[in-house]
Structure formats: C-alpha cells, structure tokens
C-alpha cells in the first residue's frame, strides 16, 4: 500500500486500492489507525511550506507520540479483554439508557459467554440479551445476590407481620412461616439479614408464647392456677381434719 496521498481541498484522499478498500471497510467506525496516521503524516511532509518546512525531529516526535498513544490503547483492549473473560459466570447488573427516551433501565444475570464484534466487547446474559461493556454497572457472584434477594424477601416477611402489640394467635401462621424460612437460611445468607428483623421475629414469638399462656415448664397459667387452687383445697382440708380430731 502507498504511503503518499493525494490531497484535495486540504483532505487526504485515500489509495484506491482493494486492499485498501477492504482495511477501509474493515476499520469503518473504528479509531485513527497507524496507517491512517502514517498517510497523513507523508502528506503532511509532501505539501508542507518550502520556505518554511518542518524538521525531521518534530516529525519523530509526532510519529513516537503516536505510536505510545496506539500502545496505550491496545493495552487497554488488552486490559478490557482480560476483565470480560473474568466476567464468564458471574452475576452482573447491566445500566443501560434508551437512545429513543433517554431512560435508564437495569438489567440483571449471569454472563453465559463474551461476544467480541466491530470492535465492541459485548456480555451475553443468561437472559438472551447482549449488552456492551460499557453498560456494566456492578459484578457479584450468584451466591452474594442469593443471599441479598433472600434477606430482602425475610425483611419482606417481617414488615407484613403487625406489631407486639397488635400481635393476636391468628398471626401465629405468619410468624412461623417467618421462623422456619429464617431457620433455612445458610450462614453465610444469614449475613446479609438485617439484626433488626431477627430482634423483631424473636420479640414477636415471645409475645406469642405470652399470648397463648406459654410458660417455661411447658404448662399454661390456667393449669398453673388450678394446682394452686387445689393445693389450697388440700391445706384447708388437713387443718379441718386437725381441728376436728382434737
């Protein structure tokens, strides 16, 4: 390919060649590539001023600044390349805005596989979709977002239950369903719930046992009351037969 341009009306034409045709159509939409560089930079020395012509050393000096830029930017193609393959079974939340609204939307998943075409780096989500990049907004693994989805519906569960003092033995139902969801939960879930709403489920259930005349020894205040009553009965009856004796 030719290193020298044509220029017309102070633009540089481009070789019309087929490989050059070809590297046009490939790099359609892409960046200043080298060679579009070099193109202009000979044409540049080619229609420069005679009376006043650049030196070799600002020349060298464009040419290296432009080839540490390029560099730069393909480490950081490498970089990015590095991080998405990184992304492949991970729990990602996508921030994607709408070109038409201007709205901005969440999208969530797992990345089944990274898709790299015209120069983008794109997700393929779990959910069919595919989503550049540059669109990533937070990545987790499915364990971490288990344990946040799960804790949330927990505090879900705990705010539709009343208060203690509202509480009746028809919410008995709610707060063990609460109890043995809770229960389920591993360790690690168990983190991400928050102390509030386990303090709340346990004062709920002691003002249940309260309700439904629970006491430690596993008997109820009636039948507390009548051993009572009847342990008074007997004491009056010994005195009764004492004082009928004598």
Known sequence: MAL??????????SVSTEETKKEQAKAKGSDLGYDQFL????AEMQYQDPLEPTSNTEYIAQLATFSQLESTLDLNDKVTSSMAN???GKYVIMKTTSSTTGETSYKY???DYILYQDGDTLLALDDGGFYSIDDLDTVSTPEYMDGVTMAKTFSTMIAKLPSVSKL????????????????????YQKKFVSTTDVETLEALEKQMSKLKGDTDDGTTGTDTDTKTDDSTTDTDNKTEGTESTE
Not at 4 to 13: F, S
Not at 39 to 42: F, V
């Open 4 to 13: 020298v341009a044509p220029v017309t009306n102070g633009k540089v034409e």
């Open 39 to 42: 193109q202009i930079l000979c």
């Open 86 to 88: 990184d992304l492949v």
């Open 109 to 111: 998943g797992t990345v």
């Open 168 to 187: 009746t033995i028809s919410d008995e139902g709610s707060l063990k369903e609460a109890r043995k969801y809770y229960d389920a939960l591993t360790d």
